[in-house]
């Protein structure tokens, strides 16, 4: 696969690999085994790049992304998060606090089986800790060899612009898809100036820009899903089926899926764009990173910007969407 540069020097494949919903946040969950198996099957196909978090489980997705890459440790990024309190072993609210930072990679670390994060996000901005202090924690943690590039999650332009001023940000990582496009407007632009990298996550719309989702779809018990207003809607999820219809509609042309044009298209705009599909299935694994070698031509772009097609629904709960900094 086709290598990308995050920041000034963090080289991965095209594509990532999201791993929370291989124990997280989309139910039912398969067999720890199928998983490892699955994580080193990426690595034979080229993927390089894989992401995990603190808060997935917690815990159990990064001990699961360790068991899976600590063959390979040296052919691969593995990027996880800090930024909730998990001391009691259940998230307890928002946490940026220095010791809390320092004492979380320590345990991440461990799980991890591995000496270095290479790329530390903070998952969520606590508001109770200035950004700068979460952006010098890193720093030292750099400095110890611990963690060798920084990065942030879901955060507006000027926190972006506060913490890059104290630690250079390598990556920023927030939803990012034809059903959510709002980084277009003043995150993107940010990034290039500042020579930031971008990682899209949910780059398949939670699945629904796939096909496979439609208005009688129902979840499992303890799916996300099923808190989100665009999935819980109805209406919504009826008429954001113009998203499927025109994907469709292209994937046939291509001889290709909608998922493989969804993510050729993020591929198309900007360089410095790695969106992280997440699966559980090896057949859903192989048709992601087939898209990488998907070409769009200007007549395919431009017939999903003449679309015009506007999601419906909130992307997150309210509780969720307090969480994100603006």
């Known amino acids: 696969m086709d290598k990308r540069t995050l920041g000034n020097s963090l080289e991965v494949s095209a594509l990532g690999l999201g791993c929370m919903g291989m124990s997280s946040s989309f139910p039912p969950f398969p067999e720890k085994s199928a998983m490892v198996d699955l994580l080193r099957a990426a690595v034979e196909r080229g993927v390089t790049f894989f992401d995990t978090a603190q808060v997935y489980g917690p815990f159990t997705n990064e001990e699961l992304v360790g068991e899976g890459l600590e063959p390979v440790r040296e052919q691969v990024v593995i990027a996880t998060k800090f930024g909730f309190e998990l001391s009691t072993g259940e998230s307890r609210g928002l946490d940026g606090r220095p010791e809390t930072i320092k004492w979380s990679v320590d345990e991440s670390l461990r799980r991890l089986r591995t000496d270095y994060i290479d790329l530390l996000y903070q998952h969520r901005v606590d508001p109770n800790v200035p950004v ?107 008429a954001n089926s113009a998203f499927v219809d025109l994907l469709t509609e292209i994937a046939g042309r291509k001889n290709a899926t909608p998922a493989q044009v969804t993510l050729a298209w993020l591929l198309t ?47 997150y709960s309210e509780a969720n969407q307090r969480m994100i900094d603006r």
């Open 132 to 238: 700068e202090d979460v952006a010098g924690t890193v720093k030292e943690l750099i400095e110890a060899g611990k963690v060798r590039h920084f990065g942030l999650s879901e955060v507006g332009v000027q926190t972006i612009r506060r913490a890059h001023a104290v630690q250079p940000v390598t990556a920023l990582q927030s939803e990012y898809s034809l059903w959510w496009r709002e980084p277009e407007d003043a995150i993107l632009p940010t990034l290039e100036e500042l020579g930031i990298g971008f990682v899209p996550f949910s780059p398949l719309g939670k699945g629904f820009l796939t096909g496979t989702i439609d208005e009688d779809t129902e979840f499992a018990d303890g799916d996300f899903r099923n808190t989100v207003p665009r999935f819980t809607d109805v209406e919504a999820r009826e």
């Open 269 to 315: 705009r900007k360089p410095w764009i790695v969106p992280i599909p997440g699966t559980t299935k090896l057949h859903r694994l192989e048709e992601n990173i087939a898209a990488a070698d998907l070409e769009l031509t200007p007549e395919d772009l431009a017939e999903i910007e003449d679309a015009q097609i506007e999601a419906q629904g909130e992307r």
